[in-house]
């Protein structure tokens, strides 16, 4: 276990090494973005060889998180390809001037580093040991995975078709998934985290591993996700409205005594 974690320690500080370099070269720090989802599908298919045991919960463990990183990569390079720097990384490039590359290489890239590896951590300890077979813990696993990935999946389409439609802009979506909770993409991928860590709990230190959705949970919904974001919306007052009577993170049915709101 602990060689396979230090074999992983490294493979993660090579891929962001490699994405580092890249975008100093291009000037644009946020192409890490495109990298986040793909790394987590490194440190799968790297443990499930390395280890060399392909049990069920090994191979169950590294579809799942093949099939979430591929589609979250797909969605965020389709959607930052060829556009400019985003504004986050854009902002810091201009506080940290002559320092923005060693800055970016620790607080950028090494920093995204440490974060999957403490995220994708269950993924580690799942593959560091052969699996005796599925029990009622893995499949209620997988159960909570489907469900957060059917919300970020479906949340991000959804934001994708609002923001396509030209007549749409400036406005605010409020239908579907985002109806229920201002982030359905955000709820849905600390959910399957959650899974995650619940197909690891039948290995040995599985418990260990509520540091992953411990994590990625304190991140979306305190730090690096819903604050970030909702600090730029609510300068709308359409939003602002919309969050008055919508869910934050949580899906739940929206306050009826708001009614709706007319689009201008």
């Known amino acids: 276990m602990t060689e396979l974690l230090m074999q992983t320690v490294l493979i993660v500080f090579l891929y962001f090494l490699a994405f580092f370099i890249v975008a100093t070269i291009i000037k644009n720090n946020s192409i890490v973005d495109m990298g986040w989802g793909a790394g987590f599908v490194v440190i799968a298919l790297a443990t499930l060889f390395l280890e060399g045991s392909f049990a069920a919960r090994n191979l169950l463990v590294t579809l799942l998180v093949a099939i979430w990183g591929v589609r979250l990569t797909y969605h965020i390079v389709r959607r930052n390809w060829g556009k400019p720097e985003d504004?986050?990384?854009?902002?810091?490039?201009?506080?940290?001037?002559?320092?923005?590359?060693?800055?970016?290489?620790?607080?950028?890239?090494?920093?995204?580093?440490?974060?999957?590896?403490?995220?994708?951590?269950?993924?580690?300890?799942?593959?560091?040991?052969?699996?005796?077979?599925?029990?009622?813990?893995?499949?209620?696993?997988?159960?909570?995975?489907?469900?957060?990935?059917?919300?970020?999946?479906?949340?991000?389409?959804?934001?994708?078709?609002?923001?396509?439609?030209?007549?749409?802009?400036?406005?605010?979506?409020?239908?579907?998934?985002?109806?229920?909770?201002?982030?359905?993409?955000?709820?849905?991928?600390?959910?399957?985290?959650?899974?995650?860590?619940?197909?690891?709990?039948?290995?040995?230190?599985?418990?260990?591993?509520?540091i992953s959705p411990l994590t990625i949970t304190t991140l979306l919904l305190f730090i690096s996700g819903v604050p970030l974001l909702e600090k730029q919306m609510m300068k709308n007052p359409e939003y602002r409205e919309y969050a008055a009577r919508t869910s934050k993170f949580v899906p739940w049915p929206p306050k009826k005594k708001y009614g709706s709101i007319k689009m201008k």
Do not use: C
């Not at 060693?102 to 993924?123: D, E, K």
């Not at 579907?176 to 993409?185: C, E, I, M, S, V």
């Open 87 to 210: 504004f986050r990384y854009a902002k810091w490039r201009g506080q940290w001037g002559n320092l923005v590359v060693p800055r970016a290489f620790f607080q950028v890239f090494m920093l995204q580093g440490v974060m999957m590896l403490v995220i994708g951590y269950p993924i580690v300890l799942i593959n560091a040991y052969p699996a005796a077979g599925l029990n009622f813990l893995d499949f209620f696993g997988l159960l909570v995975w489907v469900v957060g990935f059917f919300f970020e999946s479906l949340g991000d389409k959804q934001l994708a078709e609002f923001l396509s439609n030209p007549t749409n802009k400036g406005k605010v979506i409020q239908s579907g998934l985002w109806k229920y909770t201002r982030h359905p993409n955000y709820f849905g991928e600390a959910t399957m985290w959650w899974g995650i860590f619940l197909l690891a709990l039948s290995v040995p230190l599985g418990w260990t591993g509520i």
